[in-house]
């Protein structure tokens, strides 16, 4: 009788588990495509520079996009329309170093000189300023034309100075400033992934740099109080007939225009 009863629950559980399974929907497993921002929405940008990462001649090399890399720029973008945004970059940097040193006069006796300072510093600032104009409405495809203005200063400079022990003082004193105006415009795509806040792409177009000053002023003071300045810059191109101190007067600029001079991958990671 036992077995009876419990045969019969068993079979009733059976039964119950049965209905359940075959009245039970499957979850939905459909991705909705498009993640496009509108009015309001702002972007992280990252980019991967294909053909050219930086700006420069040989003596210089000046980031001008992020690829998460040291001295990149940090970029943005907020869209003020549904098709229209702005963009941004900045670059803040700044290397200092200052080293000042005195000799003893009895452990130091055979030296001439008693004190000694260094200095350093070098220090850029660049910002990038951009506008972009969508055209396509799609929530998978997205193509668009940007502009950017690029407006960068930097200075170089080194002190060094040692004074002996009759309290005469001899410097040098190197600067080098330099300034860097582009213009780039370009044609860019991006394509949505799924319906997540991401979306992949290519920039590329047309980009022109100018940089400015980049010779260095050298000024000298010696040790019997005269005082004199020149100017040198980097790998001088007068090979046949180098300045021994340098030259009375200089002026140096640097100039690049190209078309795909930066082709870009871009990723955008967009919030609000």
């Keep these: 009788m036992k077995k009876t009863i419990l045969f019969v629950a068993l079979l009733g ?10 009245t039970r929907e499957n979850q939905d497993t459909r991705y909705k495509f498009g993640g496009r921002p509108v009015a309001g929405d702002m972007a992280l940008t990252f980019g991967l ?5 930086s700006f420069g001649d040989s003596t210089r090399s000046i980031s001008v996009w992020n690829r998460l890399g040291r001295g990149n720029l940090i970029t943005a973008k907020k869209f003020i329309q549904d098709d229209v945004a702005v963009r941004a970059g900045i670059r803040l940097y700044r290397d200092s170093r200052s ?13 001439t000189w008693s004190e000694g300072e260094y200095k350093m510093s070098s220090r850029e600032y660049m910002l990038v300023p951009g506008i972009e104009k969508h055209f396509s409405n799609s929530n998978i495809f997205d193509v668009y034309v940007a502009g950017d203005l690029y407006l960068g200063f930097g200075r170089d400079k080194s002190i060094n100075s040692y004074t002996n022990r009759v309290s005469q003082t001899a410097s040098s004193t190197m600067t080098t400033p330099y300034t860097i105006v582009g213009l780039g415009g370009v044609i860019g795509f991006n394509v949505f992934v799924l319906d997540l806040p991401v979306s992949l792409g290519v920039e590329y177009g047309l980009s022109a740099f100018w940089q400015l000053g980049n010779r260095t002023k050298v000024e000298v003071e010696e040790l019997d109080g005269d005082t004199y300045e020149y100017y040198t810059v ?18 140096q600029k640097y100039m690049t225009m190209n078309t795909n001079d930066q082709v870009r991958i871009v990723a955008n990671i967009y919030f609000n």
């Design 13 to 22: 559980i059976a039964s119950a588990a049965s209905a359940q399974l075959s």
């Design 49 to 53: 520079t294909i053909n050219n990462a």
């Design 99 to 111: 080293v000042k040193v005195e000799l003893d006069s009895t452990a130091q006796l055979g030296n």
């Design 234 to 251: 980097a790998n001088d191109p007068f090979t046949f007939a180098p300045a021994s101190n340098g030259y009375s007067s200089a002026k």
